[in-house]
């Protein structure tokens, strides 16, 4: 088995507002080694939102506390602002979905690259270009030399997205958490990217904490799969077992899926019960 | 042969300028017959939604007819366009005025259409889409993703259309909500009698809702499938294979391109 690179013991999130406390993440366990896992779940369930509390970015007011939140031997429970500087970007990245929002418009990709190398390593200007054109190679964009020096709004969605993959794995992180990577992307530009991501982090040996709502996707890209329902984590399966789910809510989300070889009319709904939620 | 409920003939579409012309629909023919589900495939930037617009009369056609029931299109569309065709948008999110009620939002094309009975009308379009009176005066920020698509629907059919134009209606919701909404378009169309020309880029989701599909690239017509073919996995032409690949989720061999 791999050595454990990220352990999180009963991790929970809580927001309070004016008039109640909202339990975004009650309870969440996982262990993480140098492997592919998917966090699934639908809107609301709090998969982004653990996502974020690894990265310590949970937004205030929200209280984030854990048993056990242990980053490759550094404990992030009581980790100062400045060892979380020192891992995000450097050992902790993020990519999330919408490059659109999360690359800054005004500024060539090129320059953000290099502003992101230079912020952890100490190189030059030159030293850092090259590095960032061999990255935008990795991730197979084909004229890197023009993407370096273009804007995010002349690239499409999927070009963007391996920029944004790009300027994440530029500083060889250990581990690589994507929120929803390619929900904005076509089916086949999508599968385009994964392979881009699979490819890294087998070749890097990261460790990929994997975020999305599509079951079906994440139990063919990913080794494990964690499925969330209302803060909890319902069920931890191996990515192929998943036709052997137990719990009714993954077989109730399995089942309410269309299949393009056909399917019942109407298709089975999920019947929500309210002991899953306890 | 019976007239087609909705006849589309050798539609362009350009956006740009003259001398730089972006071609988003390049002759395209469809015919839909009535109650048929027909369903429009293809990535983004392949002209499906531009299609849509068109017949909506919400962009400049370049060249092409436009017909319903064998009637010709004019531009400006007349009203009586829009209580035979209805559109639902993709974003339940951006496609509800924020800041009025759902009883306001549904009123609007009863007041537009000068229409009677309006308190029964808005009670029914409410009660067939599942949704009870306790949401009649909601704001959409007070409704779940699920609901607020209810909503657009409801609008969309409040005017007892008999076409309903379906841009990506579930590709914004969560996988249990998404058999929800389909399952009372089903309905919906059952009951109604209703046409449907949807766009999707699932082909899981086209599959279980349509008859027919064509699969478009690049503004042009690939290739005109029917249900059957598509669920054996037999279509003709190399492109539509790769969309039906990909839908298949991630393989390790299987993307090289």
Known sequence: MNPTLLEIENLRISFQTRTRLVEAVRGVSFSLGREKLGIVGESGSGKSQTGRAILGLTPAPGKVEAHKLIFDGIDLNRASRETWRKLRGDRISMVMQDPKFSLNPVIPIGRQLVEAYRAHYPVTKREAETASLKMLDAVHIRESKRVFRAYPHELSGGMGQRAMIAMMLITDPDLLIADEPTSALDVTVQLQVLKIMDELVTERGMGLIFISHDLQLVSTFCDRVVVMYAGKVVEVLEASQLEQATHPYTRGLLGCLPQIEGSPHPLPTLQRESSWSV | MTVPSLEISRLT???GSRENPVWAVENLDINIQKGESFGLVGESGSGKSTVLRAICGLVPIHNGKLRIDGEELKYPRSKSFYQRVQMVFQDPYGSLHPKHTVDRTLNDPLAIHKLDRREYRIGKALDEVGLDESFRFRYPHQLSGGQRQRIAIARALILQPKILLL???????????????????????????????????????????????????????????????????????????????????????????
């Open chain 2, 13 to 15: 579409v350009h956006f």
């Open chain 2, 167 to 257: 841009d990506e209606p579930t590709s914004a919701l969560d996988a249990s909500i998404q058999a929800e909404v389909l399952n009372l378009l089903d309905r919906l169309k059952a009951e109604r009698g209703l046409t449907y020309l949807m766009v999707s880029h699932d082909l899981a989701v086209v599959s279980h809702m349509c008859d027919r599909l064509l699969v478009m690239q690049f503004g042009r017509s690939v290739e005109l499938l029917d249900k059957s073919s598509l669920r054996d996995q037999s279509p003709k032409q190399q492109y539509t294979m790769n969309l039906l690949e990909a839908s298949k989720g991630f393989r390790k061999s299987s993307t090289e391109k």
